[in-house]
Nanobody, 118 residues
């Protein structure tokens, strides 16, 4: 059974930081064969892709709204992917989802809530 379990969400003031983590288990192929991504869905908004990291970790891509503030990383030995979020803004408030992609199949976590508010 595939599981992607996110953790690290919570309530933080504007300008603060959070670090999200996603632990993968039960994937049919080795974790290092999966592109890992973080998505988010804010209230009343569609789900959007926030950050992507390639299977070996050499390349990362970010949506413009988080460039320079968020950093995605992975540890293939521990089957984990992280999202370091700095300088958080109220508009970053969303449920954040971990995604594992090995074309054509992808898997989702259950999400973790991030709320940025004073």
């Amino acid at each position: 059974q595939v599981q992607l379990v996110e953790s690290g969400g919570g309530l933080v003031q504007p300008g603060g930081s959070l670090r999200l983590a996603c632990a993968a288990s039960g994937l049919p192929f080795n974790f290092n064969q999966y592109i890992m991504r973080w998505y988010r869905q804010g209230p009343g908004k569609e789900r959007e892709l926030v950050a992507t990291i390639t299977s070996g970790g050499a390349f990362t891509v970010y949506t413009n709204a988080v460039k320079g503030r968020f950093t995605i990383s992975r540890d293939n030995a521990k089957n984990t992917v992280s999202l370091q979020m700095n300088s958080l803004k109220p508009e970053d408030t969303a449920v954040y989802y971990c995604n594992a992609l090995r074309t054509p199949v992808n898997y989702w976590g259950q999400g973790t809530q991030v709320t940025v508010s004073s």
